[in-house]
């Protein structure tokens, strides 16, 4: 069985412990809350309502609101307490106008649900929502303020408290969202709601998301003006040429259709995504720092010609999802001299649909998904990176072709080193992959089809020392004509475990590294991975003067 260093499992132990009593004391002291709140008939002198429930207009009619759904005198749901349920006001199929206002609503796990309501016949003003949470599916999430396919809703003067999504706005294009404060999780979603006003609103530990589809003509839409994260401003550009953003006055930063920006000096943290790109190019970041962010760092999507350097993410993501970048149908672009620790969800650097990017230099290491992951790539660099102490995969590709790895270190990962599934025509050449818990290098082929997708990629000059420590073999393949050598210079790749002439690769493609190097090589192995252990120790020492 593979050994950690000694001081690992006590310090671990001694985590576990205190998580799960602060764990233990903030679950019962909450299920308490809840108890209490549900058995209370007043709230702060206000008798508590049961929930709202409108599915058509004659349903106003039931709850003899004042008002007639006139636009002159809309229909008044009012001064409502409503604690503890699964909704708490719900509107749907309606044609009459209606406004919420100053109703109090907590603990449920929607608080106002607004659908396919008329355009302009909504408003919800000056409401106070907390502890809007889903508690009963694991990955779900709450919702204070819900609005889905009502266009022209006005959300004004509400405010938010520990929920999950505050305003959650989905295909209601011809809204606003005036004036609100929020505070903490997830802020503000717009998804392909266009022509939409997002002023004023006060935003801290959140920030907004804007999600639609593949069309430059949607985000630049959007009229977004005058509000702030943490105090600092949100920076919402769109259609600017050649400017420098060094001042750090933001708090979050969007770029839509934006060419030719320098982005340096920048401290974007506790918000959703510090920096998130649409549409843009020739987009240089450099000398900033995202922590603590809730999805990404920085996200780039449907963008060219990124260049993001020293720079540091830590902490960016939550649970399953999230990491330090992400890249999405992005092309041309580099990463290179950043630092990627602590980062959830996904781990360290996550691109998905896109081609020809070089990854290099960067320090990835306890992230807890992978260190690095590509997703249906091609062309891609990924050169003199240290994945280090990662929870899955050093490095994974899924369905990604065609890419250089060399020069690199993975150490100590929670799985495998190098992991390729469905992925073919790739170069894994010179690298140092040692101590990772499972197998070396994977080499792993659904065989969907009778098709074989993982085939043709080539292995060879990499030192693979003492991983797998309870197999046979340090590595695996079940693809198709992958080879572990170089056969016109007759090199293979030197392994801790081979004394035999040939050394075997686990799994059915029977392979064989037919020319394995030398065991002498092993002491440079050794210095090699002296530098790493250096550069992780420097790293983990900096962020505790930090702290």
């Known amino acids: ?202 935003l801290t530990n959140c920030g907004l998301n804007i999600y639609g589809k593949s069309e430059i003509e949607e985000y630049n839409s959007y009229i977004i003006r005058n509000n702030l994260v943490n105090g600092k401003k949100l920076g919402y550009f769109v259609d600017l040429n050649d400017v420098i953003i060094e001042e750090d006055i933001y708090g979050q930063i969007l770029l839509i259709n934006c060419t030719n920006f320098l982005i340096e000096n920048q401290v974007l943290a506790d918000t959703t995504t510090g920096i998130t790109m649409y549409f843009s190019k020739n987009i240089e970041i450099s000398n900033s720092y995202s922590r603590s962010n809730i999805f990404e760092g920085i996200a780039v999507y449907g963008s060219s010609n990124i260049y993001i350097h020293n720079s540091i993410f830590e902490e960016n993501g939550f649970g399953f999802t999230g990491c330090g970048i992400r890249l999405r149908e992005t092309e041309n672009s580099i990463i290179e001299d950043n630092v990627m620790r602590y980062n959830k969800g996904d781990g360290g650097i996550l691109a998905s649909l896109t081609n020809n990017i070089i990854i290099r230099n960067n320090v990835l290491s306890f992230n807890k998904g992978e260190g690095i992951a590509l997703k249906t790539c091609n062309n891609t660099e990924i050169q003199e990176n240290i994945c280090f102490g990662n929870g899955i995969d050093g490095l994974s590709l899924l369905a990604t072709n065609n890419s250089l790895i060399t020069e690199n270190y993975f150490v100590e990962n929670a799985e495998t080193g190098i992991f390729l599934f469905d992925s073919s025509y790739n170069s894994i050449i010179n690298n140092t992959i040692m101590n990772n818990y499972n197998y070396g290098i994977m080499l792993m082929d659904a065989i969907a089809d009778n098709k074989v997708r993982c085939r043709e990629n080539i292995v060879y000059l990499n030192f693979f020392i003492n991983n797998n420590a309870n197999g046979t073999s340090q590595a695996f393949d079940n693809g198709y004509n992958n080879k572990w050598y170089n056969e016109t210079m007759e090199i293979g790749n030197y392994w801790s475990d081979n004394s035999k002439r040939k050394y075997a690769i686990s799994g059915t493609a029977n392979s064989f590294d037919k020319f394995p190097i030398d065991q002498n090589l092993k002491r440079v192995s050794f210095i090699n991975f002296g530098f790493v252990l250096i550069v992780v120790c420097v790293a983990t020492i900096i962020k505790k003067v930090k702290n």
Request: charged share 20%.
């Open 1 to 202: 069985m593979k050994k950690n260093p000694f001081w690992f499992p006590k310090i671990l132990i001694i985590v576990i412990f205190i998580l799960n009593f602060f764990i233990l004391q903030n679950s019962t002291q909450f299920l308490l809350n809840v108890s209490a709140i549900e058995n209370e008939t007043n709230y702060y002198g206000i008798k508590s309502q049961q929930p709202i429930f409108i599915e058509s207009d004659e349903d106003f009619e039931k709850y003899n609101f004042r008002g007639d759904g006139t636009s002159s005198n809309p229909y008044l749901i009012k001064n409502l307490v409503i604690i503890g349920k699964t909704i708490a006001i719900s509107v749907k199929n309606t044609t009459k106008h209606f406004t919420i206002v100053d109703c109090r609503i907590r603990f449920c796990d929607i608080g106002i649900f607004i659908f396919n309501a008329s355009k302009g016949t909504a408003t919800i003003i000056n409401n106070s929502l907390s502890y809007i949470q889903d508690q009963n599916a694991l990955g779900s999430v709450g919702q204070a303020i819900f609005v889905s396919e009502s266009e022209g809703v006005r959300i004004e003067g509400n405010k938010v408290i520990d929920s999950d999504i505050a305003i959650f706005l989905s295909q209601s294009s011809y809204s606003q969202v005036l004036n609100n404060t929020i505070k903490e999780k997830y802020g503000i979603t717009v998804i392909s709601s266009s022509k939409t006003v997002i002023e004023n609103n006060s």
